[in-house]
T-cell receptor
Framework: GIQVEQSPPDLILQEGANSTLRCNFS?????LQWFHQNPWGQLINLFY???GTKQNGRLSATTVATERYSLLYISSSQTTDSGVYFC?????????????FGTGTRLLVSP | DAGVTQSPTHLIKTRGQQVTLRCSPK?????VSWYQQALGQGPQFIFQ???????QRGNFPDRFSGHQFPNYSSELNVNALLLGDSALYLC?????????????FGPGTRLTVL
């Protein structure tokens, strides 16, 4: 099956710092989403980005589908950014919306 | 516009018991998927329901079963509970129009098996 790997596994930042999270996947995909899981377990949609670049406030994401990776950029980090970040992909041409999640990046932003 | 809702929020059961978890999809969505998230891991796909039928299943035993109702809401049933079934169970909804689309997740049900 498809492999989805995220790096780094853990990240500790000082408030105000910038960071880049990476997601590598081993096969062609139809769909790629970035999620933030808060301490209560809620998965919050950040981006639906099978290709290209998107920005939403302090967050932006880029997916290079031909090279099978995606990057999530967090600028001017805040303590509320803490949590686990997952990328999830959907295999191409399956006709089903089954997401395969990566291993996650645990982010801690300290004041 | 209500998002994806799940009930109950928390549940404690003992080994061998049966449990039913419920999910209502986001307004306008007709497809419900269920995921299991063990502590410290990413969510794992259990199965997906569309038009009241199971369309795809992940690597989970038959103890895990589901149902989708005409109003698109869904139930996840787990029989003969094992300690290893303790996890956060997440429901996701989407619109299965043959085109990849954003999936939206509910807040989850945290199941503890003692």
């Amino acid at each position: 099956g498809i492999q989805v790997e995220q790096s780094p596994p853990d990240l500790i930042l000082q408030e105000g710092a910038n960071s880049t999270l990476r997601c590598n996947f081993s096969d062609s995909v139809n769909n790629l989403q970035w999620f933030h899981q808060n301490p209560w377990g809620q998965l919050i949609n950040l981006f639906y980005i099978p290709s290209g670049t998107k920005q939403n406030g302090r967050l932006s994401a880029t997916t290079v589908a031909t090279e099978r990776y995606s990057l999530l950029y967090i600028s001017s980090s805040q303590t509320t950014d803490s949590g686990v970040y997952f990328c999830a992909v959907e295999l191409m041409n399956t006709g089903f919306q089954k997401l395969v999640f990566g291993t996650g990046t645990r982010l801690l932003v300290s004041p | 516009d209500a998002g994806v809702t799940q009930s109950p929020t928390h549940l404690i059961k003992t080994r061998g018991q049966q449990v039913t978890l419920r999910c209502s999809p986001k307004s306008g969505h007709d497809t419900v998927s269920w995921y299991q998230q063990a502590l410290g891991q990413g969510p794992q796909f259990i199965f997906q329901y569309y038009e009241e039928e199971e369309r795809q299943r992940g690597n989970f035993p038959d103890r895990f079963s589901g149902h989708q109702f005409p109003n698109y809401s869904s139930e996840l049933n787990v029989n003969a509970l094992l300690l290893g079934d303790s996890a956060l169970y997440l429901c996701a909804s989407s619109s299965l129009a043959g085109v990849p689309d954003t999936q939206y997740f509910g807040p989850g049900t945290r199941l503890t098996v003692l």
